[in-house]
């Protein structure tokens, strides 16, 4: 955590910023190791850091954080303390108005974002990290093996989606990484396929997508099935989208950049006349945050390193018909990518 300081005050130093100011509860947690959940904002100033914290959330804050923790009654007390700031960094994501409060309140004139900094170390993960991000993985490999179990006949998506969501708290989970996504029939189509009230109906293909958040940190894995017995038709999406991920997987590397890895798979896709049906891009960063840095699409050339975890999740979606998604979240390692998800891929 220090390190991750240091590079922050570097990058305020080469860019003659005095303070910054942090506010998103991902960064604070990233910064500190504790996340209020009545709020929380880190001040830096020079190469000093501070969290500052309501008074309610004092008492855990000061336990857990490895910064040294104030805590305030009014939120105007920020203002006091960054009066005089010349330029003061901050998030793209803090609110206009809070922005509008700086100038008029602290009476600051001048903002630099600072969401390249922050973008380029979380980017990379640590040894802990993605020792954290493996438990994640493996409470939602669990997840999609009981899913799998539960699909039957006449059930509903949502009653499938709360006996996962159930399972991976049991199991050690904070919570879901995101709504379950359970989509049936024709709803197997919507690549968001949020779980609904629809019973699951023989003959259907189901899109199952969830993930757990564990100690801060999230895991992503799809897998699609068929109830009863598969048509010919549901095969064949099915074999396309198995052999994009299986040969994206497998070429993914450091030096070859993201739109590299989303046109292998989309390559495939389109070989097959399936092109106009894989409308999403390959794949996304997974960290502190469900879909983060890079994004593994046409438009971003970020260059693929070491310590990068993404998923790799290629999909058919033909409208009526219904949809197939298969993903892994893996690790960017010297020698390719290694699956933190290891679910059975093969299985129609
Ligand atoms: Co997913
Ligand atoms: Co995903």
């Avoid at 990058?11 to 959940?37: C, H, Q, W």
């Avoid at 396309?240 to 590397?253: F, I, M, P, S, Y």
Wanted: charged share 30%; hydrophobic share 40%; net charge negative.
């Amino acid at each position: 955590m220090k390190e991750r300081l240091e590079k922050l005050v570097k990058f305020m130093d080469e860019n003659s910023i005095d303070r910054v100011f942090i506010a998103k509860p991902v960064n604070v947690y990233y910064f500190s190791g504790t996340s209020p959940l009545g709020g929380g904002y880190i001040i830096v100033d020079g190469d000093e850091a501070t969290l500052y914290v309501p008074e309610l959330e004092y008492e855990m804050a000061k336990e857990e954080s490895k910064l040294p923790v104030v805590k305030f009654k009014k939120f105007d007390e920020i203002y006091d303390f960054l009066k005089n700031t010349k330029t003061l960094g901050i998030e793209g994501t803090l609110s206009y108005s809070l922005v509008e409060n700086f100038k008029e309140k602290a009476g600051i004139k001048e903002f630099k974002n600072i969401d390249d900094v922050i973008k380029d170390l979380r980017i990379i993960k640590t040894k802990e990290e993605i020792e954290i991000i493996e438990k994640a993985c493996e409470i939602a490999d669990k997840a999609v093996i009981a899913a799998i179990e539960e699909i039957t006949e006449g059930k509903r998506e949502r009653e499938v989606a709360a006996k996962v969501e159930y399972l991976m708290k049991m199991n050690g989970a904070e919570k879901p990484a995101f709504d379950t996504i359970i989509a049936s029939g024709h709803r197997s189509a919507l690549p968001h396929g949020v779980a609904s009230d629809k019973r699951i109906e023989k003959g259907d293909l189901v899109v199952i997508d969830l993930g757990a958040l564990y100690n801060h940190y999230n895991s992503d894995i799809t897998r699609t099935i068929v109830v009863g017995s598969p048509n010919e038709k549901q095969r064949e999406i099915y074999e396309v989208v198995l052999e994009a991920q299986k040969r994206a997987v497998k070429a993914a590397k450091p030096g070859m950049t993201a739109k590299e890895l989303d046109s292998i798979a989309r390559e495939i896709i389109k070989e097959y006349g399936y092109g106009d049906y894989f409308i999403h891009s390959l794949g996304h960063g997974v960290g502190l945050e469900i879909h983060e840095w890079p994004r593994i699409s046409q438009y971003d050339e970020t260059v693929l390193k070491e310590g990068m975890v993404i998923t790799i999740e290629p999909g058919i979606y033909i409208p009526k018909l219904g949809g197939v998604r298969i993903e892994d979240t893996v690790l960017i390692t010297e020698n390719g990518a290694k699956r933190l998800t290891k679910t059975e891929r093969d299985l129609l």
